[in-house]
């Protein structure tokens, strides 16, 4: 069982940036295919990016590639997304999710375990 706490959201400006941070419980974290997902109002569930058990292979949605970095360190049991030049749009919902599978998927479906979120609001 793992349990994932996400941190870090706030409100900032369009053209600002934020560190968001997805802690996760437990040793076998480490090996963990860990995702992050956005929910804005009134719309579904959307993936953003992904990171395998090493953070060596990394996945993005297309429309967010460029902006988005994700990366983990294993010593402290965090996975971050980093978003930059943000943007009004990208207010919403975060969360990070983990699995124990072999790719990095991008279904919320596909993965199990899920943190609580962290709002992200972005004002123009």
């Known amino acids: 069982q793992v349990q994932l706490v996400e941190s870090g959201g706030g409100s900032v400006q369009a053209g600002g940036s934020l560190r968001l941070s997805c802690a996760g419980s437990?040793?076998?974290?480490?090996?963990?295919?860990v995702g992050w997902f956005r929910q804005a109002p009134g719309n579904e569930r959307e993936f953003v990016a992904a990171?395998?058990?090493?953070?060596?292979?990394?996945r993005y949605a297309d429309s967010m590639k460029g902006r988005f970095t994700i990366s983990r360190d294993n010593a402290k049991n965090t996975v971050y997304l980093q978003i930059d030049s943000l943007k009004p749009e990208d207010t919403a919902v975060y969360y990070c999710?983990?699995?124990?599978?072999?790719?990095?998927?991008?279904?919320?479906?596909?993965?199990?375990?899920w943190g609580q979120g962290t709002q992200v609001t972005v004002s123009s």
């Open positions: 437990g040793r076998t974290f480490s090996s963990y295919v």
């Open positions: 990171i395998n058990w090493s953070g060596h292979m990394t």
């Open positions: 999710a983990a699995d124990r599978i072999e790719t990095l998927v991008s279904g919320s479906y596909e993965y199990e375990y």
